[in-house]
């Protein structure tokens, strides 16, 4: 299995700013996939991110508003800019590993 | 994805044996039947997946029929802990394609009473 860490845990913002949210994985892995999860929701898929090429983002979701990075096969990081309270979720980094998808802790953004 | 149909709630005993449903009637020859849980304000945990077989591990057992259009997650002893929302997701089970993603619907949130 893989272990996955994310910082911060959570965090509270004000509206207007940017917040950069960092994903750890103690294995290499090539596919990598940013979810949100809004309140009493389920999870939507953001984008993914593979290592080497550009993120791929879902509908409703763009690069402005949420640029990605990929350095290498053990990290990434999910700006959320310009944030508004709507932007107050859970995000979660994702990884493949095998045939089996896993997830970090997530982390809890309140945006006032 | 397919697309999959679970009960919105269900209640177990503690102690008992948990039986979560999952319907997947247009599931593709090559999709797996993948389950996970979410427990409030974690993320979300993998439990067992399966093509056609049934696939038994130290946490659940999954039971798929014959015609592979449903499933049974079976948790044999259920505790208090699994209190969680179960998600059902069908899946291609190796990369390639934009459908090797997965997608999540609402769950079954079950809930362990004492």
């Known amino acids: 299995s893989a272990v996955i860490s994310q910082k911060p845990s959570r965090d509270i913002c004000q509206r207007g700013t940017s917040l950069t949210i960092q994903c750890q994985v103690d294995?290499?892995?090539?596919?990598m996939f940013w979810y949100r999860q809004q309140p009493g929701q389920s999870l939507t898929l953001i984008a993914t991110a593979n290592q080497g090429s550009e993120a791929t983002y879902e509908s409703g979701f763009v690069i402005d508003k949420f640029p990605i990075s990929r350095p290498n096969l053990t990290f990434s990081t999910l700006t959320v800019s310009n944030m508004s309270p709507e932007d107050s979720s859970i995000y979660l980094c994702?990884?493949?590993?095998?045939?089996?998808?896993?997830f970090g802790p997530g982390t809890r953004l309140t945006v006032l | 994805d397919a697309k999959t149909t679970q009960p919105t709630s269900m209640d177990c005993a503690e102690g008992r044996a948990a039986n979560l449903p999952c319907n997947h009637s247009t599931i593709s020859g090559n999709e797996y039947v993948y389950w996970y849980r979410q427990i409030h304000s974690q993320g979300p945990q993998y439990i067992i997946h399966?093509?056609?077989n049934n696939e038994t591990n130290e946490m659940a057992s999954l039971i798929i029929t014959e015609d592979r259009k449903s499933s049974t997650l079976i948790l044999p002893h259920a505790t208090l802990r699994d209190t969680a929302v179960y998600y059902c997701i069908v899946r291609v089970a190796r990369s390639g394609g934009s459908n090797y993603k997965l997608t999540f619907g609402k769950g079954t949130l079950l809930t362990v009473n004492p």
């Open positions: 399966g093509l056609k």
């Open positions: 294995s290499q892995v090539t596919m």
């Open positions: 994702s990884v493949i590993l095998g045939d089996t998808q896993y």
